[in-house]
């Protein structure tokens, strides 16, 4: 979300940024992540064990073809977040060969986009079942195992998406906003059992991610892609962000100046965010009628 020059000044002035670590991290930590073969999932992955932290990554690949990505340090499972019985043979292998775990990142996703009246209800299905409930279902696998140890740190990827919500992505900010509202829940909830939460909501930043957006809606998912695409951030830097955050024991991770300044300007500029959301969704209806009135024009049709 672009703002006037003075505005951004304003609000990267706002002390509501990740704040500084004030001990040296914890370092041999058993370390569970999802969807961690590529993208965002990799940079936390290599960032973890940077930090001496053993690490399981579960991807979607089985486990006996190890993705060439995954760092020759961590051990790899298959995993897809969909799977009840994929997810209880994670806890089993976790306490297989550590016993327990210190943190567990739900970060499995999929991108998607598109307006309202051309989303399939089998769009809405998948993002949920991917975004959502695969979160949920880590949540849910796992928290017994931290409860009963009466410690760890769950960490969910979810995204400035829920926590702004520009127009032509419904379904990827209602799933979301859903994984921050979760998150939250279970801040609460976990906190006298002494495990805490984080989840981590940046902006558009270059990774793999544009390859999954879904093609119900070709125009909306074509501009989401050119914005991953011509970020300026790469994972490993927004990864490097978030690990300071989670250092420093942070809830909410908005681990790049982007997103701080989008996230400060709905609570702090309403006026100006307003008219930022209403410009956008009139470019995104003046696009669609001229791709309506081409179609027309030349006979062809979705």
Not at 95 to 116: F, H, T
Not at 223 to 247: H, T, W
């Amino acid at each position: 979300m672009r703002l006037p020059g003075p505005a951004r000044s304003a609000l990267d002035r706002l002390p509501f940024g990740s704040p500084a670590a004030t001990s040296a991290p914890d370092a041999n930590r058993r370390v569970l992540i999802t969807g961690g073969a590529s993208g965002f999932g990799l940079a936390l992955a290599s960032a973890f064990l940077e930090r001496g932290d053993r690490v399981i990554v579960t991807d979607l690949a089985p486990t006996d073809e190890r993705p060439a990505g995954v760092p020759p340090d961590a051990s790899y499972l298959r995993l897809d977040v969909r799977s009840e019985d994929e997810w209880r043979a994670a806890r089993e292998e976790v306490e297989r060969i550590w016993g327990g775990v210190d943190v567990v990142v739900n970060n499995a996703g999929i991108a998607q986009g598109g307006r309202i009246d051309l989303l399939t209800e089998e769009d809405w299905r998948l993002i949920t079942d991917i975004n959502l409930l695969g979160v949920a279902r880590g949540c849910r696998t796992f928290t017994p195992m931290l409860k009963a140890q009466g410690s760890g740190r769950i960490v969910n990827t979810a995204s400035l998406a829920g926590l702004v919500h520009p127009p032509s992505m419904s379904s990827y900010t209602a799933v979301k906003a859903a994984v921050v509202a979760i998150s939250e829940s279970l801040r609460w909830e976990l906190e006298p059992y002494g495990v805490d939460v984080s989840v981590i909501c940046p902006s558009f930043f270059r990774t793999n991610l544009a390859a999954s957006l879904n093609a119900s809606d070709p125009a909306a998912a074509e501009f989401a892609g050119k914005l991953i695409d011509r970020s300026g951030r790469s994972a490993d830097q927004v990864a490097a962000e978030a690990m300071r955050a989670l250092d420093a024991g942070t809830f909410l991770v908005l681990p790049d100046g982007e997103a701080r300044r989008s996230y400060r300007a709905k609570h702090f500029l309403p006026v100006a965010y307003t008219r930022i959301m209403r410009a956008m969704g009139a470019k995104a209806a003046e696009t669609a009628r001229a791709g309506n009135a081409g179609a027309g024009t030349t006979g062809t049709s979705r």
